[in-house]
């Protein structure tokens, strides 16, 4: 279907120029319409008589590309228009109800283009199903055009209260080409009487936190004060001063939003535990630190953490590091706390750390308003949706928003699916099934299955008496017992087996069904003879991470029970296939830096970020995944791993020659 109304015969024309002179009011939302489009719209309208009004609280009629009831009623309030949908009961009599459509429609592969027209369904139930009207005049509603206006104009002539119905633009197009009034019930999205806007209690204006707090200082000055027995000298000039009993009711104690004491008292009542020697030293780097998986902090860290979700949805690069910093030394640190005085001790941690600690302590749920705003606030709201779409990170989700006014993912699929890459649909397609999560043994049977099929692509590679190696890196190695992806190693003592052994690995999973889709497909080791990366890089000054032949694929369990086995067609046994998809990462490193490759699969993000900056700080050594070299000798090649018979003992030689000292991957998690 097209936003914009079809071309008429000027001579056929007058032949309905009052084609909407009987409709009431009309409003035409710009929302999805290009200022062109929105202008030949009402052009069409005004020339056919229509009642075209510019306020949308006078209409009763809103014309636009709305397709669900909740984002028709979210417009309306956002022009000032607050409505309630007219029951069932109630409408029977004045216009259909619209029953409330599946939450999210699932993306068809078949799709292959958008539409606005309700022909193109990305849902996998029917129309019936769903729960949704169906939108063919053939099988709506047979009311007459002129029913269904007047029980909108009858009601609202003399009641107080109105009623507003929102209609797709597929209704004035089709009308158009027909040359005739169609009914509005087959295109209405929303049907609701308009209300008054509900009054919002304004709150008691907060005092400053600077006269709280001396509020509070004066209060318990006077308690401590008044539970002393009154001196002689005060008695005398003043009076007699009278206690307060401890079962008197009057003003409570209410602590202060941070307690400030730094008195030798205060130290005795909330003694500080012995604090570990990288407190002591300030040592900064998360790297040289043990944090474990479930730290005795964890519930204020989960509180941090999305505070530091929300600076990256804002593209606040500085506040991210802060508080990823902080986050690290938190889950570093092996007590719960019991006062700011320990989170002040932390390096990385200030006093805005202290201050969310005082609130989370104090809070009745264990919950910070900050970190409550990710999933209160609207806008947070939507663009963090928008950032776990894969392929989208939280600069595109901003484009998503703020430029192409989408505000979920229905808006993605029906504006925008052509604009999206092909990695952002398949992102899109498979969106619960990445965020659901793995279980260990889901990812053990999959790493099993990957490297049969690595020994089968280099047949006699255990020739050696090892064979091919697959270790699991990721959330896996460090003890988590649901993962988001999968993140596993290859390796070979001959160098002569890992080139090119990606592209044979996944064409081998490929062919039976394993690999649905493959996302990425990186050669970086292989063209360059599986070297260590340079030190300048590859190409003309981008930054590389990680540089190792990976292959990002998309997997899926081709066996299922009820599968026909005389249905030789592959597609189609595949689209009956109930099986979750799952996001696995397949990396390529030769065995002579195999330990820098586990390394840095292997620890969270501030961790390896750390690693790097204290390679680069204590050596001036450039480290990734790929081995070590100098940055002051032209880049030569520090081979730390000599003498490592195991994957595992070379990974400990690296940390060991890196001067971080060895902790297992269980204690790298600084979230």
Request: proline share 7%.
């Amino acid at each position: 279907m097209t936003t914009t109304p079809p071309a008429e015969d000027p001579t056929a024309a007058s032949d309905f120029e009052s084609l909407f002179k009987d409709c009431p009011p009309i409003f035409v939302l710009p929302t999805h319409l290009s200022l062109d489009e929105l202008h030949a719209v009402e052009d069409s309208l005004a020339k056919h008589g229509a009642p075209l009004t510019y306020d949308v609280s006078e209409a009763k009629i809103v014309l636009g590309t709305i397709g669900q009831r909740k984002r028709a009623a979210l417009e309306l309030r956002s022009r000032g228009v607050w409505t309630e949908e007219i029951s069932p009961a109630t409408s029977t009599a004045t216009g259909p109800s619209q029953q409330p459509p599946s939450k999210r429609r699932r993306v068809d592969k078949t799709v292959d283009h958008v539409s606005r027209s309700p022909v193109v369904d990305l849902s996998t139930e029917s129309d019936e199903e769903a729960g949704r009207p169906s939108h063919s005049p053939d099988v709506a509603q047979a009311d007459s055009t002129s029913d269904s206006f007047s029980s909108v104009e009858s009601e609202s002539d003399g009641i107080a209260e109105r009623h507003i119905k929102v209609v797709k633009l597929e209704w004035l197009t089709q009308s158009l080409k027909e040359g005739k009034l169609l009914p509005l019930d087959p295109y209405v999205v929303y049907y609701a009487r308009v209300v008054d806007r509900p009054e919002v209690k304004k709150a008691a204006p907060k005092p400053s936190r600077l006269a709280s707090e001396s509020q509070q200082i004066l209060e318990r000055a006077m308690e401590d004060a008044a539970s002393q027995p009154p001196s002689a000298s005060l008695s005398s000039r003043f009076g007699v001063r009278r206690t307060k009993h401890p079962d008197e009711k009057g003003q409570h104690y209410h602590p202060p939003t941070l307690y400030r004491q730094t008195t030798s008292e205060h130290e005795e009542t909330i003694p500080l535990p012995p604090a570990p020697d990288w407190v002591k030293n300030n040592v900064m780097y998360a790297c040289m630190r043990s944090a474990p998986l479930h730290p005795p902090n964890e519930k204020f860290i989960d509180q941090l953490v999305k505070i530091r979700r929300a600076r990256e949805l804002t593209l606040d690069e500085v506040g991210v590091r802060a508080y990823s910093t902080a986050i690290a030394s938190i889950a570093a640190y092996p007590y719960e706390f019991r006062s700011p005085a320990e989170v002040l001790s932390l390096p990385g941690c200030d006093m805005k750390i202290a201050n969310l600690f005082v609130e989370f302590k104090n809070s009745p749920d264990g919950t910070l308003a900050a970190a409550e705003a990710l999933d209160t606030d609207p806008v947070l709201k939507v663009l963090n949706q928008f950032s776990k779409i894969w392929g989208v990170g939280a600069k595109t989700a901003r484009e998503f928003y703020y430029q192409r006014e989408w505000r979920d993912l229905d808006d993605v699929i029906e504006h925008g699916w052509n604009s999206l890459s092909r990695v952002q649909q398949i992102g899109v397609k498979y969106y619960d099934e990445f965020l659901a999560g793995i279980p260990r043994s889901e990812v053990a049977d999959i790493a099993k299955t990957i490297h049969r099929h690595a020994t089968m692509v280099r047949p006699g590679c255990e020739y050696d008496g090892q064979g091919m190696e697959c270790i699991i890196v990721g959330g896996y190695r460090r003890g988590k017992e649901i993962c988001g992806d999968i993140d596993l190693v290859l390796s070979h003592r001959d160098e002569r087996v890992t080139k090119n052994l990606v592209v044979d690995v996944v064409s081998s999973l490929e062919s039976e069904g394993w690999v649905t889709h493959t996302l990425a497909l990186i050669m970086s080791t292989s063209n360059r003879e599986q070297q260590t990366l340079p030190f300048r890089g590859e190409g003309s000054g981008h930054h590389h991470f990680d540089s190792l032949d990976k292959a990002l694929v998309v997997w899926q369990d081709p066996h299922f029970g009820d599968q026909d086995e005389t249905d030789q067609d592959p597609e189609r046994r595949r689209k009956r296939n109930p099986n979750p998809h799952r996001r696995v990462d397949i990396i390529i490193s030769p065995w002579r830096t195999v330990g820098c490759a586990v390394l840095g699969w292997s620890g969270d993000t501030t961790f390896e970020r750390d690693l790097r900056r204290y390679a680069k700080k204590a050596h001036g050594w450039k480290f990734d995944s790929s081995g070590v070299r100098e940055r002051t000798s032209g880049g030569k090649v520090i081979d730390l791993e000599r003498g490592g018979q195991t994957w595992e003992e070379r990974e400990r030689l690296v940390m060991e020659g890196l001067g971080v000292g060895w902790r297992p991957a269980t204690e790298r998690c600084s979230r």
